[in-house]
Structure formats: C-alpha cells, structure tokens
C-alpha cells in the first residue's frame, strides 16, 4: 500500500495505491493521520480511489476512523475515482452517504 497527497488551495487529495485490507491498514491509518495532521487547515478531504484495487471491511473502519477526526476539524469528506471492486464495497457499506462520491 502507498499512500501520497497533494495540497491545492483548501482541498486535501489523498492518493491511495495498492490494497487497503487487514494487512496495510495500521500503516495506512497512520500515514494518512499524519497527512491529515499536517494539512489540518483543509476545508475538504478527496481520497482518490483509481489505484486502489481491494479494500474489505478493515479498510472501511480506516475511513470511517478518517471521517470522524475531520468532522472534528469542520472538515468535508468525499471519495473519488473508486474502482469498480472499491465502489461495490463502498456502495454496500453505506459509507457513500456520509462521504459522497464525487468525479
């Protein structure tokens, strides 16, 4: 799993690469909190699925852990860009209705 981000005016896009699942989601969490931290200022948060080709349930707590700290913040959170094996989960989880899928 990697994880980057680029910063562009009020908007956070993190970038995830690879597998988010049992196995990666320690590191994940915590590379995407220091992200996060870093960038607290942020008015939204994009996490931008292309790459990303597998995420179970583990990796729905992750986002889920990510959502609540921003809330916090008054930060908004969205999902771009899922694969279609991503999207399946994220649809089935609900976790569409409090982070929006945007294009």
Do not use: H, W
Not at 66 to 94: C, D, E, F, W
């Amino acid at each position: 799993m990697e994880i980057k981000y680029r910063l562009d005016k009020d908007n956070l896009y993190i970038y995830s690469y690879g597998e988010l699942d049992e196995y990666t989601a320690n590191e994940a969490r915590r590379e995407i909190d220091n992200i996060i931290d870093k960038n607290i200022l942020c008015r939204s948060v994009i996490f931008d699925f292309a790459n990303l080709s597998f995420m179970d349930s583990t990796g729905i707590g992750v986002l889920l852990g990510r959502y609540k700290k921003l809330k916090k913040s008054g930060a908004r959170t969205y999902i771009s860009r899922p694969s279609l094996t991503v999207n399946k989960i994220l649809q089935i989880s609900g976790l569409y209705d409090i982070m929006p899928k945007i294009n």
